[in-house]
C-alpha cells in the first residue's frame, strides 16, 4: 500500500496539470478561433455592411473552415515528424504563434483599410490564424490521448475540454453581438490575438516533453481490446458528441493520437464547413423566392432532417448478445 502512494500522488498530479492544460487551451481555442470564435460575428457584420449577401458570408465562413479539414495532416507531423526533437511542444508553439501573427496581420490590414472590407485580402491572414488554432488543437487532443489512455481519464479529459469549449462558445456568443453591434470588429481582433498568445506562453511554460527520435509504437497501456462490445452501450448516451470522441480517445494507439483523433474531427469539420456554405445558399435563394422567415424555417427543416438520419448509422453497430465477451474486458472507465 505505501509503495503505491507515491504512484497515486504522481497521477493525481500529473491528471491536474493536462486537466488545468487542456481546459485552458481549449478554453483560449475557442475564443481565439477565427471561424466561430469571438471575431466570427463581427467578420459577419462586416461583410453584410460592405453590402455581401447571405451567401457570400456562407461561403466566406465555409472557406475559413478548410484548415480544420486538414487536421489529418497535422496529426501525421505531431506523429511522425519531431520538430526540434519534440512532437508535442515545439508543434503546440508553432501553432500559437501562427495564430498571434495571423490575428494582428489582420487588424494591421483592417485598420489600414479604414474598416472597408475587402474579403480576399482579409481571408488570408485569418487563415493562418485559423491553421494555428486548429494545429494547436490537434496537438492538445494528442496530448490528451496519451496521458489519458495512460491514467484511464480520457472521459474525464474529454468532458473537461468539451465544457471549457462551450464556455468559449457563451462568452464569444455575448463579446462578438456586442463589438458587433457597437461597430468594434477590430477590438475582437485584438482579443482574439491575445488569446493566441496566453495559449503560446502556456505552451512554453507549462507543456513538459524529453526530446526524442523514435517514440515506440506501442503504448505502455494498450488500446480497448474489445471496442467491438463498445458501441451499444456508448449509443444509448444522452451525450453522444462526448461519448463518440472518447470511444475514439479510448482505442486510438497513442503513437498515432494526433493522427487517427485528427481523421474523425477533420471530416466532422468538413461536414460543418460544407452545411455553413451550402445553408448560406439555400436560404438566399430561397429568400428571394418565398421571403425571409419561410427561408428560415425551410433551413431549419433542411437541419432536422439531416440530423434524424444520423440515426441510419445505428444500424452498423453490432448488437449485445449473452455471447458477448465479459464485463471485464471491457475498457476501463
Not at 474598416?115 to 485569418?126: D, N, S
Not at 493522427?259 to 468538413?270: E, Q, R
Not at 451550402?278 to 430561397?286: C, P, V
Amino acid at each position: 500500500m505505501e509503495s503505491q502512494q507515491p504512484r497515486a500522488l504522481s497521477c493525481l498530479r500529473t491528471y491536474g496539470s493536462v486537466s488545468f492544460l487542456c481546459a485552458a487551451v481549449y478554453f483560449l481555442q475557442g475564443i481565439s478561433e477565427p471561424s466561430e470564435g469571438l471575431i466570427a460575428q463581427p467578420v459577419r457584420s462586416w461583410l453584410r455592411q460592405a453590402g455581401y449577401g447571405a451567401g457570400l458570408v456562407g461561403w466566406y465562413g465555409a472557406a475559413l473552415t478548410l484548415p480544420w479539414v486538414a487536421k489529418p495532416f497535422y496529426g501525421m507531423l505531431t506523429d511522425f515528424v519531431p520538430l526540434f526533437g519534440l512532437r508535442r511542444k515545439s508543434y503546440l508553439i508553432a501553432a500559437h504563434s501562427a495564430a498571434c501573427l495571423g490575428l494582428v496581420a489582420a487588424y494591421a490590414a483592417s485598420a489600414w483599410w479604414e474598416f472597408h472590407v475587402r474579403p480576399i485580402m482579409l481571408l488570408v491572414p485569418l487563415l493562418v490564424a485559423t491553421i494555428g488554432v486548429a494545429f494547436a488543437d490537434v496537438v492538445i487532443d494528442a496530448v490528451m490521448v496519451e496521458i489519458g489512455q495512460r491514467l484511464k481519464l480520457t472521459g474525464r479529459l474529454q468532458s473537461i475540454q468539451w465544457t471549457a469549449m462551450y464556455t468559449a462558445t457563451i462568452v464569444t456568443g455575448l463579446l462578438g453581438g456586442h463589438l458587433s453591434q457597437h461597430h468594434q470588429q477590430a477590438a475582437g481582433l485584438l482579443l482574439a490575438a491575445l488569446c493566441a498568445a496566453v495559449g503560446l506562453a502556456l505552451s512554453i511554460l507549462f507543456v513538459r516533453e524529453p526530446k526524442r527520435e523514435e517514440v515506440p509504437v506501442q503504448h505502455p497501456l494498450r488500446a480497448p481490446t474489445h471496442p467491438v462490445n463498445q458501441p451499444v452501450s456508448l449509443v444509448r448516451s444522452l451525450r453522444p458528441i462526448l461519448v463518440q470522441m472518447d470511444y475514439a480517445a479510448q482505442v486510438a494507439p497513442a503513437r498515432l493520437a494526433g493522427t487517427v483523433f485528427a481523421l474523425l474531427t477533420g471530416l466532422s469539420n468538413l461536414s460543418i464547413g460544407l452545411a455553413t456554405g451550402w445553408g448560406g445558399s439555400l436560404y438566399e435563394s430561397w429568400a428571394k423566392l418565398e421571403g425571409v422567415e419561410p427561408a428560415f424555417r425551410q433551413v431549419v427543416a433542411v437541419g432536422i432532417l439531416t440530423t434524424a438520419s444520423c440515426w441510419l448509422l445505428l444500424l452498423w453497430f453490432p448488437r449485445e448478445s449473452a455471447t458477448s465477451a465479459p464485463a471485464a474486458a471491457s475498457p476501463p472507465v
